[in-house]
């Protein structure tokens, strides 16, 4: 990016008042070096380097301290029974590890901490350089590892800069599927202990906490994967270990704006134009883009984004705003990202020149209608949770799908198809299916959800060699022999790590030969709950 550029747009503001805008580009010239790691400590003084991406600053390696930032001792928790009960409450509200309890062989990997240790009264993070505490570290928000995601391209292609290369901490396909560790962030498949105390994942996944809580039970979390190129950021329980990484944002430049009333102001972009436009916080109100490089903003209190003339814009987001309203032409052809998770959105309309779109998330809104389409041909990863949709049409053309968020939906049908041979995340609980066909090509499938419906049968295949996570729970799998196959055939595939659920709704217990592959899947790692 050449001095003067500016590729994000971040606005902060309520309807009808502009106080402020951030500028997200950083020129290029303010940029300190990247690794300086000069004299940067925690509290126990173990020393760390730092990197720049973007507009932030983060630590090249997991953290270690066993210390909170008051000295006190952050517990150290081995046995999984004490594990299980960190809970939050006085006595159990934080907790560290190290994999397996092994800190000679997993050293490298940092350690695996609780959220309870992460939002814990005595505080986290203190960091000195020199020995003069620096302000400004903290636990990463969710917010933050999005704008990473979206400096990098967005969360199909991220993954694949920040991982390490080669398979000295990932398993294979790490080195042939394109990784590069191109920002130097060095991500690690550090692995988690699970809140039941077992551990699982390690070379395969890397897990991160984030200080931003989802509920009472969950907080947010992202992960890397050892065979896509993809960032995930969602969320898991609390006392689920995880490592951390910390973050320190660049102050942003600012102009400063009085308040503009059923006004408009422009800003004209410096460099080649604007490639990504990331709304942030706050109630948003009419926005048109009437130019490849002017933004222009008039503010009539409603809810609406009207987007035209974006031929060179690759990237437009606007995340847990109160959006009624987004139009976006089709002549946007150069779009690869479209975010508009949790607005007020009950209408959107698609179009089949987006064909260079790789991900498509709108999820969590009052949507009552989608149309997606064959044309999408580079789709990556569509997250169309939380619709208010009854139908959906997918296609075989695309053949790149690697991730797919449909939960809760108000569906009866879900057509997938065997051409989606990378697809390695697909989630599909809380809706209203009563069939589903699986295929064995999916062959990198790792995470696998289509809980809370209502199947009568389900199939597995002993093909799904890198699956993980498998849940089929509260559903109406009534046939014995149904369940037995589904715990023969993991079993079989030599699943050594990770969860299955087959308990809940009128699932049957298993029986036989189900009840061996079980005790099989048990005893080699897996958390396994059956009826």
């Keep these: 990016m050449a001095q003067g550029d500016i590729c994000h747009i971040l606005i902060k503001g309520e309807s009808g008042t502009i106080p402020l805008i951030h500028l997200m580009g950083v020129e290029s010239g303010d940029m300190p070096e990247d690794a300086t790691g000069v004299g940067l400590q925690d509290y126990d003084g173990n020393q760390y380097t730092e990197i720049t991406i973007g507009s932030q600053k983060w630590l090249v390696e997991n953290l270690i301290v066993t210390s909170y930032a008051d000295g006190t001792p952050i517990p150290n928790?081995?046995?999984?029974?004490?594990?299980?009960?960190?809970?939050?409450?006085?006595?159990?509200?934080?907790?560290?590890?190290?994999?397996?309890?092994?800190?000679?062989?997993?050293?490298?990997?940092?350690?695996?901490?609780?959220?309870?240790?992460?939002?814990?009264?005595?505080?986290?993070?203190?960091?000195?350089r020199d020995g003069v505490q620096e302000a400004g570290w903290r636990v990463p928000t969710k917010e933050d590892w999005e704008v990473l995601s979206m400096y990098l391209g967005g969360d199909s292609v991220a993954g694949k800069k920040l991982k390490e290369t080669g398979l000295e901490h990932w398993d294979t396909p790490?080195?042939?599927?394109?990784?590069?560790?191109?920002?130097?962030?060095?991500?690690?498949?550090?692995?988690?202990?699970?809140?039941?105390?077992?551990?699982?994942?390690?070379?395969?996944?890397?897990?991160?906490?984030?200080?931003?809580?989802?509920?009472?039970?969950?907080?947010?979390?992202?992960?890397?994967?050892?065979?896509n190129s993809f960032i995930y950021i969602t969320d898991g329980d609390k006392r689920v270990g995880k490592a951390i990484r910390l973050v320190k944002p660049f102050a942003q430049p600012t102009i400063a704006m009085t308040t503009v009333i059923n006004g408009t102001f422009e800003i004209t972009l410096g460099g080649s134009g604007c490639i990504a436009i990331n709304w942030g916080y706050g109630n948003v109100s009419n926005e048109v883009l009437t130019g490849e490089n002017?933004?222009?903003?008039?503010?009539?209190?409603?809810?609406?984004?009207?987007?035209?003339?974006?031929?060179?814009?690759?990237?437009?987001?606007?995340?847990?705003?109160?959006?009624?309203?987004?139009?976006?032409?089709?002549?946007?052809?150069?779009?690869?990202?479209?975010?508009?998770?949790?607005?007020?959105?009950?209408?959107?309309?698609?179009?089949?020149?987006?064909?260079?779109?790789?991900?498509?998330e709108i999820a969590n809104n009052p949507v009552t209608s989608l149309i997606l389409h064959e044309a999408w041909i580079n789709i990556t990863a569509l997250s169309i949770s939380g619709l208010s949709i009854t139908e959906i049409t997918t296609y075989a053309t695309w053949v790149n799908l690697v991730s797919i968020h449909c939960e809760n939906n108000a569906i009866s049908s879900f057509v997938a198809h065997d051409t989606w041979v990378s697809l390695n995340v697909l989630l599909l609980d809380g809706c209203n299916l009563t069939s589903f066909t699986t295929y064995n090509t999916w062959t990198v499938m790792d995470l696998f959800y289509i809980n809370d419906n209502d199947l009568t049968t389900l199939e597995v295949h002993e093909e799904w060699v890198l699956l993980n996570l498998f849940d089929a729970s509260g559903n109406a799998i009534a046939s014995a022999t149904d369940i037995n196959n589904i715990l023969i055939e993991l079993d079989t595939m030599g699943m050594a790590s990770g969860y299955v659920n087959l308990s809940g709704g009128t699932n049957t217990a298993p029986t036989g030969a189900g009840i061996t592959a079980k005790d099989n899947l048990i005893t080699a790692g897996v958390t396994v709950t059956t009826n």
Excluded at 80 to 100: F, I, L, N, P, S
């Design 294 to 360: 002017t933004y222009s903003h008039p503010y009539t209190g409603g809810g609406t984004i009207t987007i035209t003339g974006i031929e060179n814009i690759t990237s437009i987001s606007a995340v847990g705003q109160e959006l009624t309203t987004c139009v976006i032409p089709d002549t946007a052809i150069n779009l690869t990202f479209i975010s508009l998770i949790t607005n007020n959105i009950s209408a959107f309309e698609t179009h089949a020149e987006w064909t260079a779109l790789s991900v498509f």
């Design 174 to 227: 790490n080195d042939w599927i394109g990784t590069t560790n191109e920002t130097g962030f060095t991500a690690l498949g550090s692995g988690r202990r699970f809140q039941t105390g077992s551990f699982s994942l390690l070379r395969a996944l890397g897990f991160f906490w984030t200080g931003t809580e989802y509920d009472a039970d969950e907080s947010y979390d992202a992960y890397l994967s050892y065979n």
């Design 77 to 128: 928790v081995t046995l999984a029974v004490d594990w299980a009960a960190e809970d939050g409450t006085v006595g159990h509200d934080g907790a560290y590890c190290w994999y397996d309890n092994d800190i000679i062989a997993n050293v490298d990997y940092g350690i695996l901490y609780n959220w309870h240790a992460v939002n814990n009264a005595h505080g986290l993070v203190y960091l000195t």
